[in-house]
Nanobody, 124 residues
Framework: QVQLVESGGGLVQAGGSLRLSCAASGRAFSTYAMGWFRQAPGKERELVAS????????YYADSAKGRFTISRDNAKNTVWLQMNSLKPEDTANYYCAAGRYTLRGFNNNRPDYWGQGTQVTVSS
């Protein structure tokens, strides 16, 4: 069982930055691929970025490439999403997720665990 708790969301102006954190419980954190999803009102939840269990591989949606960076520290049971050059279209509820998959498997299957979400609002 893994519990995920996100933090770091908030209101920011366009062009600004935010760093989301996801703290995980459980000793098996290092065996899970991790990812950040987001869901805007009226839209489907979408994968933004993911990272392999070891941290040596990552994936970014086209909308996140060049602006967002996902990272993890298995010793701290934490994964982060650094978001720079934020745009109003980045406004959404952001969810941390964990799945016992390879990175490719994580990107193509439903995660095993979800956090409760943290709201990110980017004003123009």
């Amino acid at each position: 069982q893994v519990q995920l708790v996100e933090s770091g969301g908030g209101l920011v102006q366009a062009g600004g930055s935010l760093r989301l954190s996801c703290a995980a419980s459980g000793r098996a954190f290092s065996t899970y691929a991790m990812g950040w999803f987001r869901q805007a009102p009226g839209k489907e939840r979408e994968l933004v970025a993911s990272i392999s269990w070891s941290g040596d591989s990552s994936y970014y949606a086209d909308s996140a490439k060049g602006r967002f960076t996902i990272s993890r520290d298995n010793a701290k049971n934490t994964v982060w999403l650094q978001m720079n050059s934020l745009k109003p279209e980045d406004t959404a509820n952001y969810y941390c997720a964990a799945g016992r998959y390879t990175l490719r498997g994580f990107n193509n299957n439903r995660p095993d665990y979800w956090g409760q979400g943290t709201q990110v609002t980017v004003s123009s």
